[in-house]
């Protein structure tokens, strides 16, 4: 890594990346309070698109390109002054910076392959609150090695909700669970297992009403699916009050409801890295549209 560009990114830190938007002090605390409570190093990221930055500068107007003192495009002064204002903040963390010259969203694929978390923010994009997730942030949600937190522009950013994971009986849902047991011990907050189901058919007809036999035999079936992946993990965290819940609806109209009292969503997502990745399912490109808190998509490797 060229000297001017930082520092190289330590092993295991969450890196968050910063670029000069209204959203940085949200996605900044939750990733410095992340960093905090797991003990990682803190690494804030700003990389330069040099391609972007020139095609900004206007030919007609004559705007002077930007250069700092040694010479480089773009906004100098950021990553100093945030750097500052997180040593400030964590006084007790190690925390780096680095502004390396590439796409924001390789330089976030490429910081995944040591780090713990990539967090990255998402602005609100319609009237209707959807989150319009920029090119930075779904790169780094569908290709990156580590966990993910997409962090939506206005959601607290250290919420004190509980952790709501969602499991399908996969072995993506059960890395997500994992790790989903693992914050919530840490935060010594709840956690809620959901599953769900929307259409079924018992006895040649459609199961529509709760509390029948039909009903019951239909979660009895759902729940199954979900204990062999979480009793372990009750038992490896012992501390962590943990829920199943057994819900119909689409998983992500369910989860989207849950991510106005959650704290974090944890969902699991296929992929292996770089552009090699698999890209993000429906379900999980749903619920990072419309969620209300943070969200954690964790990677594991696809079969």
């Avoid at 000297?3 to 670029?19: H, K, M, N, T």
């Avoid at 010479?71 to 100093?80: A, C, P, S």
């Avoid at 694929?109 to 967090?119: F, K």
Wanted: glycine content about 10%; aromatic content about 2%.
């Amino acid at each position: 890594m060229d000297e001017r560009e930082g520092d190289a990114i330590p092993e295991g830190a969450v890196v968050v990346g910063i670029g000069n938007s209204d959203r940085d002090a949200e996605t900044l605390t939750w990733a410095g309070n992340s960093a905090q409570r797991s003990g990682s190093p803190l690494h804030i990221l700003h990389a330069h698109d040099l391609s972007a930055e020139l095609a900004a500068i206007d030919p007609v107007a004559g705007n002077p390109i930007s250069l700092g003192p040694d010479g480089d495009l773009g906004n100098e002064g950021l990553l100093q002054e945030t750097l500052t204002a997180a040593r400030e903040r964590w006084p007790e963390l190690s925390v780096t910076g680095s502004e390396p010259f590439v796409r924001p969203e390789q330089a976030l694929i490429d910081a995944s392959v040591g780090a713990r978390l990539i967090v990255v923010g998402a602005a609100r994009a319609t009237a209707l609150q959807r989150l319009g997730l920029g090119r930075p942030s779904l790169a780094a949600a569908m290709h990156a090695e580590c966990p993910v937190v997409i962090v939506p522009q206005g959601s607290r950013a250290d919420a004190d909700g509980g952790i709501v994971v969602a499991i399908d009986g996969s072995s993506h849902s059960a890395a997500a669970a994992e790790r989903a047991f693992w914050i919530a011990d840490l935060r010594k907050a709840p956690l809620i297992a959901i599953t769900t189901w929307n259409v079924e058919v018992v006895d040649g007809m459609v199961v529509t009403t709760p509390g029948t036999d039909a009903w019951n035999a239909t979660e009895a079936k759902y729940r199954a699916v979900v204990d062999p992946i979480v009793e372990p993990l009750r038992e490896a965290h012992p501390d962590v009050e943990a829920t199943v819940e057994v819900l119909r609806g689409s998983p992500a109209k369910v989860l989207a409801e849950r991510s106005t009292d959650a704290g974090l969503i944890v969902m699991g997502t296929r992929g292996r890295g770089g552009f090699r990745g698999m890209l993000l399912g429906s379900v999980s490109q749903q619920v990072l549209e419309t969620a209300s808190c943070p969200v954690m998509l964790v990677h594991s490797p696809s079969a």
